[in-house]
């Protein structure tokens, strides 16, 4: 017949340890088993061969990153040099200006909307080959132009989709998805194990609290996966770059923090499994469907419901909207040319036929359709961002993997911050262009210096204010979860049956 046992009633005339003495005695106790156990080494060696490889594939994605930008650099370079050049020669007489105006450098509308492009980046943080976070969505290198935001903004792919859909191994998607794994995977049986094997009725006998000493055995046995984890984050920022530790440091101290977060919320979720008082077998198998509930099934159910709440228009129906706009435009804009010439039959010398000027007010008349076209997709898309988000504040996975985002400088709020500066600068460097368009004046060489320039290195203290409040409210929210779970399951087992 099964007994009941209370850690609020002594079982010998001895009086209670201490809570610490307990508690240190289960951990050497539990140290000494542990480090014979084949499996616990298994899950110790994989874990730090995930972050290893996480860690490689990180600094694969940076350099890339810095291969596409000193690319655009020199291609940005090369096109405004040779616009100079030509400006010059025609400045000086050499030649005559091109009969074309999309290859007349001093026609501001065409060097504005093409050849004459701005480079505008945001450059990786000091840990950005921790977490690939939005980067693999957004564009690091923007060509902005004068013309609307679309043409620019998605004209190139990012990465091929099917593997954009997957993810990417970083180290961010190892702690928040398989670091609980192996946890799990050495946790399961720390309760069940010893019921099964009779060991536990002679703990419970003892003068020691029950929950104590299960807590101490399971936060040796799981500790060891977090400590690898946390070793293996430390060896990879000692052996790369990316700026001085004392820029690193912060985000390094608030990824530890993370991963030990991680570490102690599926340490509880092992200990509260274990007070139901269920077979290893049958505890195996509660905790691997948490983990797919929690990390894979719930954010998926999630975004697939913040879908459907605010549907987005695809990519596809947002070009043919613009390319719509476009051709609209420029039929009213021939149906008025067509009504003037009516009208004024006979003076035809009041009348501005003029190329550029045409196609300057098309363009720009299509500019404006296209940018509040864009403007309501981008609005679903922030509906759909924060329904999303609201309904993931009860998904550890995905406020860990948030919170590794926004220390490595590629989360939601960076990047927010970096799109807002650059639709100001869109909105600068098209004024420059097109008030000299309109006016029918020409670029000269003082002009060329006088363009615009991306400030891509003074980030304002707002962001990293905002960056800052999210992930505390990311990794608070874990810290509240694990300290329920872990007084739930210690009261539990406070009463466990042997």
Not at 104 to 118: F, M, T
Not at 298 to 322: D, K, M, Q, T, W
Request: hydrophobic share 50%.
């Amino acid at each position: 017949m099964a007994t009941t046992v209370r850690n609020d009633e002594p079982m010998t005339i001895f009086s209670r340890p201490p809570l610490k003495t307990v508690l240190a005695s289960a951990a050497i106790c539990q140290w000494r088993l542990v480090r014979t156990d084949p499996a616990w080494w298994l899950a110790v060696l994989a874990c730090i061969a995930c972050m290893a490889y996480a860690a490689s594939s990180g600094q694969n994605h940076v350099r890339h990153r810095r291969q596409a930008l000193d690319e655009a650099f020199r291609a940005e370079t090369a096109r405004v040099n040779a616009l100079r050049a030509t400006l010059g020669k025609i400045e000086r007489g050499e030649m005559p200006p091109p009969a074309a105006p999309y290859r007349d450098p001093r026609n501001a509308i065409y060097v504005g909307r093409g050849q004459g492009s701005a480079v505008a980046h945001l450059p990786d943080a000091p840990l950005a080959a921790a977490a690939v976070g939005l980067s693999d969505i957004y564009p690091q290198v923007i060509v902005v132009s004068a013309a609307s935001k679309d043409t620019f903004l998605f004209a190139d792919e990012i990465a091929n989709p099917l593997h954009s859909l997957s993810g990417t191994f970083d180290m961010a998607f190892v702690v928040a998805c398989l670091l609980p794994l192996m946890i799990l995977a050495v946790g399961y049986d720390v309760v069940s194990v010893e019921r099964e094997r009779g060991t536990l009725a002679m703990t419970a006998a003892t003068s020691a609290p029950l929950a104590p000493v299960l807590a101490g055995k399971t936060l040796i046995r799981t500790g060891g996966v977090a400590i690898a984890a946390v070793a293996a984050f430390w060896l990879f920022l000692a052996a790369s770059g990316g700026g001085s530790l004392v820029d690193r440091l912060p985000a390094a101290l608030g990824m530890t923090l993370t991963i030990l977060l991680t570490w102690l919320f599926w340490a509880a979720v092992c200990l509260f499994v274990n007070s139901l008082g269920r077979d290893s077998a049958t505890n195996a198998a509660i905790l691997i469907l948490v983990w797919v509930v929690l990390v894979v099934v719930g954010p998926a159910c999630a975004n697939a419901a913040a879908s459907l709440a605010f549907p987005a228009p695809p990519r596809s129906e947002l070009v043919l909207a613009v390319r719509e706009a476009s051709v609209d435009t420029e039929r009213n804009l021939d149906a008025a040319d067509a009504r003037f010439r009516e009208e004024h039959a006979g003076t035809s010398e009041l009348r501005r036929d003029d190329r550029t000027a045409r196609t300057l007010e098309v363009t720009i008349a299509a500019d404006a359709r296209a940018d509040e076209i864009l403007a309501r997709q981008e609005e679903a898309v922030r509906q759909q961002r924060r329904m999303a988000e609201r309904l993931s504040l009860l998904l550890p996975a995905s406020l860990i993997d948030d919170a590794f985002a926004e220390m490595a400088g590629s989360g939601h709020s960076r990047w927010d911050d970096y799109l807002a500066r650059l639709d100001r600068f869109h909105d600068q460097w098209r004024a420059f262009f097109v008030s000299r368009a309109r006016a029918g004046a020409l670029l000269t060489t003082a002009d060329y210096a006088a363009f615009p320039r991306f400030d891509a290195m003074t980030e304002p203290s707002a962001a990293r204010f905002a960056t800052a409040a999210r992930v505390a409210g990311s990794l608070g929210l874990v810290a509240a979860m694990t300290c329920g779970l872990t007084v739930v399951a210690t009261r539990r087992l406070g009463r466990t049956e042997i």
